[in-house]
């Protein structure tokens, strides 16, 4: 584990927020654990172990039926901790893979089966080394015939430059975070307005609304500053939005969250039961457990 590493909270609070049956914790992680799972030799950090159990606990304890499970960067396109969490989830977890130009047809139509559904591209710079577009375009023809999606993390000041790419893609699209806006600036102003018009004219585009620990300069436990973006996402697109912890939280820097009170985040969000059913339970359902 790096030295200035951060462990997940060990004592989350118990949320008030009673959250709606069936909700989908939809962006999560596990790393490891190393000893069963090593983690990547190129990776650019080295985390805590966070195993399937622990994750599973976390969400028994904070009210969710079902998790998405993102393959974590520290293990590169090694799925095998990401999908081993799949297949003993009882069915109640679904995943998103990262893959090379070289998997086969074989690999993925495994992993379908084990409850992958889509591939992550990253483009956040200090977190991996960039994938030449060509080969994600190839990668991205290649799952559209199994129904995935395609799972894109950038910073707000990339997205003119990867405007023209994310559009072409054959696939739905989720957008992590809602592309990391600098919560500093307005929130009607022209940088967080050319996300919002990235979705508005694309309809195959959705949007994350999670991870105000990461966005706010503010802080916590309320985030307040984060608040106005997420709850424009929601009321805007509120069919093509989803929510996820992030637990472990990985490569968080200046403190950890209380999971606990990222959920009491929620209803600030989603202010009214329909828009929280839509962003927990029925997006998530329609975009991972279609079959």
């Known amino acids: 584990m790096d030295p200035d590493w951060l462990v997940f909270h060990p004592n989350p609070t118990r949320p008030s927020f009673r959250l709606p049956a069936g909700s989908v914790d939809a962006h999560c992680h596990v790393f490891g654990p190393a000893a069963e799972f090593p983690f990547a030799p190129e990776r650019k ?58 998997v ?35 990668i991205a023809r290649r799952i559209a015939p199994l129904g995935w999606h395609v799972v894109i993390y950038f910073e707000a000041q990339d997205l003119p430059e990867l ?60 985030y307040d500053d984060v608040v106005p973006f997420a709850r424009k996402v929601v009321e805007s697109f509120p069919d093509r939005v989803l929510w996820g912890t ?8 200046s403190h ?7 959920v009491d985040y929620l209803p600030r969000i989603a202010v009214t039961p329909e828009l929280q059913r839509k962003l927990l339970v029925d997006n998530p359902m329609r975009l991972y457990w279609a079959d």
């Not at 992030?246 to 820097?253: A, G, L, S, T």
Request: one cysteine or more.
């Open 45 to 102: 950090y080295t985390p805590c172990d966070a195993s399937r159990h622990q994750l599973y606990a976390l969400r028994d304890f904070l009210g969710f039926e079902r998790n998405v499970v993102v393959q974590a960067t520290c293990h590169g396109n090694d799925n095998r901790a990401m999908v081993d969490a799949l297949v003993h989830s009882g069915g109640r977890a679904r995943g998103v893979a990262s893959v090379s130009r070289d």
């Open 104 to 138: 086969t047809d074989a690999e993925l139509r495994a992993m379908h089966e084990a409850g992958v559904r889509g591939t992550r591209f990253n483009f956040v710079r200090r977190l991996v080394d960039f994938t030449p577009r060509e080969v994600l375009a190839d």
């Open 163 to 222: 405007w023209d790419f994310f559009t072409s893609l054959p696939t739905v699209v989720v957008v992590d975070h809602m592309g990391r806006p600098d919560v500093s600036k307005p929130v009607d102003g022209p940088e967080f307005g050319l996300f919002l018009r990235l979705l508005a004219e694309h309809p195959n585009i959705w949007s994350k609304v999670s991870c105000p620990e990461r966005l706010s300069k503010s802080g916590p436990p309320t």
């Open 246 to 253: 992030d637990w472990p939280h990985p490569n968080m820097k």
């Open 256 to 262: 950890m969250p209380d999971d606990g009170l990222l």
